[in-house]
C-alpha cells in the first residue's frame, strides 16, 4: 500500500510540473497573441454575448472616439444606430451558433455623425461567449458607389481607402482603384481579366464568385464569397468579396462593382490561437513521456554496461551472449535517441532565440521521421559548410519534421527503393542558410500552391489532416526572419525550400569534465558516495557500479539523504533533481545552511526533457547535472571530475593561502550524446549541452 501511494505521489507532481510548464507557454502565446491584437491597423473588438466589451485595441479606440476606461464594460450596442438595433442583434445571436466567420453591415453613431461599418465576428474557441469582432469602415467604398452612380467614378475608385473594383456583367475587370492594385505585381494586367482569376486560386472559389455575381445582378442582393491569393510579397492574402450592380436611373444595366475586405491580419489571429491551443498539450506530452522513459532507461543502460564488463575475458563460450549484451545496448541507445529528440516538441516559445547549426537540428528530425519515412523512400542528405543561425531549436524542428512527414506521404508505400527523399543544406541568399527538402513523389496541383500555407487549407481525406501544419510552419518561419517556398508539379515532385538569415553570434564553448588527467594519489583512495533517488533501481545500479572501488550508501527520499548526510561526510552526493516531499533542489539549500562544503559536492540526476526550473532557482554558484539516461562511462567521468576538485580543494587548502578555497565550485556538466575529445578547451563558464545526435553525412535507405 505505501509503495502505491508512493508512485501516485510521484505522478502527481510529474503531472504537476508538466502542468506548471504547460502554463507558462500558453502565457507566452497569450503574450503574443495580445500584442498583434493590440496594435492592428483594424479595428477589432472582443464582445460579450450581450455585447459587453470585453477588450478593444487601438485602431477601434480612435474609430470610436473614446478612452478605453470609458469603452470596456459598456455595451457596443449603444453605438448602434436605432434603425440599425435589430440587425445587430440577429448578428451577435448567429456569431454564438456558428463556427464560421458572421458579417453584417449598419451605421454606427460615433460623436454626432453616422458611419456605414461592416462587422466581422468569430466566436471564441473556448466555453466563454466571447466574439473577436473586426469593423470594417465602408463609409469611403459607400461615398465611392454615389459618385459611380454620378458618372464621377475614375478619380474617387483611386483616392478609396477600400478594396474596390468595377466589372462588366461577366465579371470582367473595368478598372481598380489603388487599393486593390496594391495587392497585386502587376495590376495593369488585370483589366480585361475575370476578377475571380486574379484574386482566386481554387476552382470551388471561383465558382462562388460567378454565382455570387449572378445572384447580386438578378435579386438585387450582396451575397460574400472569400478568395485567396498570393501578394506582391509572395505572401498568401484573404479577402472578402461582395457584388453590387452599378446602374444609372433610366439606363440599361452595364457594370457591377465588387467591394472587398482584408482579412488576412483576422486569419493570422485565428492561426496563431490554434496553434497556441494544439502545441500546449503536445508539449506536455512530450516532457511525461520523456521523463518517464528516462527514469527506468537509466537503470536498464547501466546494468546491461555492468553486465557487459563482466562478461568481458570470459569463456569463448560466452561469445553469443557478449552479442546478445551488445545488441540490447544498441537498441536502449536507439531509444536514448528517439527520447532525446523529443526535446524539441517539449518547448516552443520562438521568441527564446539561440545560435542553431540548422544541420544538427536536421539530424534529430529525420532519426524522428525515420520510421514514416522507410516505408516510403530512400533518403539521401547533403550538408555543406554553413553559418549558425539565430532560432529555436524546438520551434525549427517542427518545420523540419512536419516538411519530412509530408514528403514521406506524399508517395505511395511499397517501392522505397525507387523513391527519394533528399534533404540539403547549403549556403544562400545574403550569406543565409538555405535547407532544401525533395521528394519524388505526386506532387501539387497548380490550383493548390497558392493556397498551400494556408490555414485550415488541406487535400487529405476528412479526419487525416487540420490544414494547420504548413500555416504553422509559414508562420515560424516568418517570425525567425526567414522565408519558405514550394515548387511541385503534378508527377514531378515536391521541393520545399526554407532560408534562414546567418547569425552573428559566436559558437557556444563546450565544457566537458576534466577526465584525462591522472588522478593524485589522494584521489585513487576509496571515497564515500551518497546516491538519493526515489527510483530503487537506479541507487541499485550505482551499487552495483561504483561498490567495488568506494562506499555506496543510498537513500530512497531527500529526507533520508539529509539524515545520511548529518552521520557522516561524503565526497560526491549524486541526488536526483525531482523527488515527491523532497526534491533535489531542496536537499541542496538544506546542505547549504548545514554544510556548505558538502553542497559543492552534489551531483542532480534529471530525466526531464525541457530545462529545469528548480535549477534556475538556485542561486549558489554553479551546480552539476547528470542527464538520464546515463551511461556507465558518464557515472565514471563525473565521478572522476568531482574527486579532481575535491583533490584540488584539498590541496588549496593546505597551501598558503587558504582565502583560495572559498573559490573552489563544482561545475561538471555531463552530455551523454556527445564523444568527449581530449583536447577540448576548458572553461570556467560551462554550459549544458542540448542531446542532438550525431549529424548524417551519407544516403541511407
Not at 451558433?97 to 454626432?112: H, I, K, T
Not at 477600400?162 to 482603384?177: F, P, S, T, Y
Not at 460574400?224 to 452599378?246: I, N, Q
Amino acid at each position: 500500500m505505501l509503495r502505491e501511494l508512493r508512485l501516485h505521489e510521484i505522478e502527481l507532481e510529474l503531472q504537476n510540473a508538466a502542468l506548471r510548464e504547460s502554463q507558462v507557454e500558453l502565457e507566452q502565446s497569450r503574450a503574443k497573441f495580445c500584442e498583434l491584437y493590440e496594435h492592428a491597423p483594424i479595428p477589432y473588438l472582443s464582445l460579450a454575448k450581450d455585447s459587453t466589451i470585453v477588450a478593444v485595441n487601438d485602431a477601434a479606440l480612435s474609430l470610436l472616439q473614446a478612452p478605453r476606461a470609458g469603452l470596456v464594460g459598456t455595451r457596443f450596442s449603444k453605438y448602434i444606430a436605432p434603425d440599425h438595433a435589430v440587425a445587430f442583434a440577429l448578428h451577435q445571436r448567429a456569431f454564438t451558433s456558428r463556427d464560421d466567420c458572421v458579417s453584417c453591415q449598419l451605421a454606427l453613431e460615433v460623436a454626432g455623425t453616422e458611419r456605414e461599418v461592416q462587422l466581422l465576428s468569430v466566436r471564441a474557441r473556448d466555453d466563454s461567449c466571447e466574439s473577436l469582432t473586426v469593423i470594417m469602415d465602408l463609409s469611403d467604398k459607400n461615398r465611392l458607389a454615389k459618385t459611380l452612380e454620378a458618372h464621377a467614378f475614375t478619380s474617387a475608385i483611386l483616392d478609396a481607402a477600400g478594396l474596390i473594383a468595377v466589372l462588366d456583367l461577366q465579371g470582367r475587370i473595368v478598372q481598380l482603384n489603388q487599393a486593390c492594385g496594391a495587392l497585386l505585381d502587376e495590376p495593369e494586367a488585370a483589366t480585361g481579366r475575370l476578377l475571380w482569376d486574379v484574386f482566386a486560386t481554387s476552382p470551388q472559389q471561383r465558382s462562388q464568385a460567378r454565382q455570387s455575381l449572378i445572384t447580386a445582378m438578378a435579386e438585387a442582393k450582396t451575397p460574400t464569397w472569400e478568395g485567396t491569393f498570393a501578394g506582391p510579397d509572395k505572401s498568401l492574402r484573404h479577402v472578402a468579396w461582395s457584388f453590387a450592380p452599378l446602374a444609372e436611373e433610366g439606363a440599361p444595366l452595364r457594370y457591377a462593382i465588387a467591394s472587398g475586405n482584408d482579412l488576412t491580419a483576422l486569419k493570422a489571429l485565428q492561426a496563431q490561437l490554434a496553434i497556441s491551443q494544439r502545441l500546449a498539450p503536445m508539449g506536455q506530452l512530450a516532457a511525461n513521456v520523456g521523463h518517464e522513459i528516462n527514469n527506468p532507461l537509466a537503470y536498464v543502460r547501466s546494468s546491461l554496461e555492468l553486465a557487459a564488463v563482466l562478461v568481458n575475458g570470459q569463456p569463448k563460450e560466452c561469445d553469443k551472449l557478449k552479442h546478445t549484451l551488445d545488441v540490447a545496448l544498441e537498441g536502449v541507445d536507439r531509444i536514448r535517441l528517439i527520447v532525446d529528440d523529443l526535446r524539441v516538441l517539449s518547448s516552443h516559445d520562438v521568441r527564446t532565440l539561440e545560435s542553431v547549426d540548422v544541420r544538427e537540428v536536421l539530424d534529430s528530425c529525420v532519426q524522428l521521421a525515420t520510421n514514416e519515412i522507410r516505408h516510403h523512400a530512400r533518403l539521401l542528405v547533403d550538408y555543406g559548410d554553413v553559418p549558425r543561425v539565430m532560432a529555436n531549436a524546438g520551434r525549427l524542428s517542427q518545420v523540419f519534421i512536419n516538411l519530412l512527414v509530408n514528403a514521406a506521404q506524399s508517395i505511395e508505400p511499397g517501392h522505397a527503393e525507387t523513391n527519394e527523399i533528399s534533404v540539403s543544406v547549403h549556403r544562400g541568399a545574403k550569406g543565409g542558410v538555405t535547407i532544401e527538402i525533395r521528394d519524388s513523389g505526386a506532387g501539387i496541383a497548380a490550383e493548390n500552391l497558392a493556397q498551400i500555407f494556408e490555414p485550415f487549407f488541406t487535400t487529405k481525406s476528412i479526419g487525416e489532416g487540420t490544414g494547420l501544419g504548413l500555416a504553422i510552419c509559414h508562420g515560424i518561419i516568418a517570425e525567425l526572419g526567414g522565408q519558405i517556398t514550394v515548387e511541385s508539379a503534378p508527377g514531378s515532385g515536391t521541393t520545399f525550400r526554407v532560408w534562414l538569415p546567418a547569425s552573428n553570434a559566436v559558437e557556444p564553448v563546450r565544457v566537458v569534465p576534466k577526465a584525462t588527467r591522472a588522478l593524485s594519489p589522494r584521489a585513487n583512495m576509496a571515497r564515500h558516495i551518497l546516491v538519493i533517488d526515489d527510483e530503487a533501481r537506479i541507487t541499485e545500479s550505482f551499487a552495483l557500479l561504483l561498490g567495488d572501488r568506494h562506499h555506496v550508501r543510498t537513500a530512497a527520499s531527500g529526507r533520508e539523504g539529509l539524515e545520511l548526510c548529518q552521520e557522516q561526510e561524503f565526497d560526491v552526493i549524486f541526488c536526483d533533481l525531482r523527488m515527491p516531499e523532497m526534491g533535489g533542489d531542496q536537499v541542496y539549500r538544506a546542505l547549504l545552511e548545514r554544510n556548505a562544503a558538502q553542497a559543492t559536492r552534489i551531483v542532480f540526476m534529471t530525466g526531464s526533457l525541457v530545462g529545469a526550473p528548480e535549477l534556475q532557482a538556485l542561486v549558489e554558484g554553479e551546480v552539476a547535472i547528470l542527464r538520464k539516461p546515463f551511461s556507465a562511462r558518464d557515472v565514471n567521468a563525473t565521478l572522476e571530475s568531482c574527486l579532481h576538485q575535491a583533490t584540488d580543494a584539498a590541496d588549496v587548502q593546505t597551501s598558503d593561502d587558504p582565502s583560495s578555497v572559498s573559490s573552489t565550485r563544482l561545475a561538471v556538466l555531463v552530455d551523454p550524446r556527445r564523444e568527449r575529445p581530449a583536447d577540448s578547451p576548458e572553461t570556467t563558464e560551462p554550459r549544458a549541452l542540448s542531446p542532438i545526435a550525431p549529424p548524417i553525412r551519407k544516403a541511407s535507405g
